[in-house]
């Protein structure tokens, strides 16, 4: 079992940068594939970004290509989720999730494990 921790929300103009990292605990986080998820209220948890165990394959929702880049650093096991161009429409709660398989999914019911979720929050 691994357990989740996530941080580096905030509030932050449009334009803006934020660097969010999901740090773990208990199993290493080299056996997961890890996806970010953010969800506003009333909304169901939509799939930002994932990244395979080794990194080697990264994935992206269309509305954050070249704006977002997920990464992974196994050797403090922790994964991140880098936010540039920030805009209103991005303010969400965001989550960190664990997937035991080899390759990473979008979907969150595949995820085994999920952290508390950090907010940001994006002004006009």
């Known amino acids: 079992q691994v357990h989740l921790v996530e941080s580096g929300g905030g509030l932050v103009q449009a334009g803006g940068s934020l660097r969010l990292s999901c740090a773990a605990s208990g199993r290493t986080l080299r056996t997961y594939a890890m996806g970010w998820f953010r969800q506003i209220p009333g909304k169901e948890r939509e799939f930002v970004a994932a990244i395979s165990r080794s990194g080697a394959m990264r994935y992206y929702t269309d509305s954050v290509k070249g704006r977002f880049t997920i990464s992974r650093d196994n050797a403090k096991n922790t994964v991140y989720l880098q936010m540039n161009s920030l805009k209103p429409e991005d303010t969400a709660v965001y989550f960190c999730?664990?997937?035991?398989?080899?390759?990473?999914?979008?979907?969150?019911?595949?995820?085994?494990?999920w952290g508390q979720g950090t907010q940001v929050t994006v002004s006009a």
């Open positions: 999730a664990a997937d035991e398989a080899v390759v990473p999914v979008t979907g969150a019911p595949h995820y085994d494990y």
